[in-house]
T-cell receptor
């Protein structure tokens, strides 16, 4: 089973560039979310979605956009990358929400120069 | 605002020891608690999920408890093994949002 797949695994950007981090799950999960993990700060929620067409902000949404056109995919967009967005990004999914075990991808390591 | 604290930040023990990892939170209005394991360079793996109405969950050598009145959760690992070496994170949730602790980095020495 593929589970949660994130691409790319590594990326280096220049300040001001844009890019999309991809996340796909094959478990027919309704709930999907994006986190960033920074040293000493733990994981912080960026955006989440409770189903296709429904998204909402998490703790640190500024500088990031999301959309959910299908159940399977939940891409995260950086419109104008900043060095402060250098981090490891994780996508997670669960069947219905926080009452179910969360399944995580292996992460995207992003560096902004 | 919910804050989650994990103590200690790092722990090194000899193989075979029983150990307890601690997680404390400030807001008792939680829905669920989940413990995760993270190996270096990898994502998180869910270990145990405790619903708000429950007090503990067990899986193999792992036991997690939740005490909402004291704002604490503990993860008990019995008979630790070198393969248990990883970072362990706890996370508390409201309806749709998780708040994570910063983790305890565990090293089990052979």
């Amino acid at each position: 089973n593929a589970g949660v797949t994130q691409t790319p695994k590594f990326q280096v950007l220049k300040t001001g560039q844009s890019m999309t981090l991809q996340c796909a799950q094959d478990m027919n999960h309704e709930y999907m979310s994006w986190y960033r993990q920074d040293p000493g700060m733990g994981l912080r929620l960026i955006h989440y979605s409770v189903g296709a067409g429904i998204t909402d902000q998490g703790e640190v949404p500024n500088g990031y956009n999301v959309s959910r056109s299908t159940t399977e995919d939940f891409p995260l967009r950086l419109l104008s990358a900043a060095p402060s967005q250098t981090s490891v990004y994780f996508c997670a999914s669960s069947r219905t929400g926080t009452g179910q075990p969360q399944h995580f991808g292996d992460g995207t390591r992003l560096s902004i120069l | 605002k919910q804050e989650v604290t994990q103590i200690p930040a790092a722990l090194s023990v000899p193989e075979g020891e029983n150990l307890v990892l601690n997680c404390s939170f400030t807001d008792s209005a939680i829905y669920n608690l989940q413990w995760f394991r993270q190996d270096p360079g990898k994502g998180l793996t869910s270990l145990l999920l405790i619903q708000s109405s429950q007090r503990e969950q067990t899986s193999g050598r792992l036991n997690a408890s939740l005490d909402k009145s004291s704002g604490r959760s503990t993860l008990y690992i019995a008979a630790s093994q070198p393969g248990d070496s990883a970072t362990y994170l706890c996370a508390f949730s409201g309806t749709y949002k998780y708040i994570f602790g910063t983790g305890t980095r565990l090293k089990v020495l052979a």
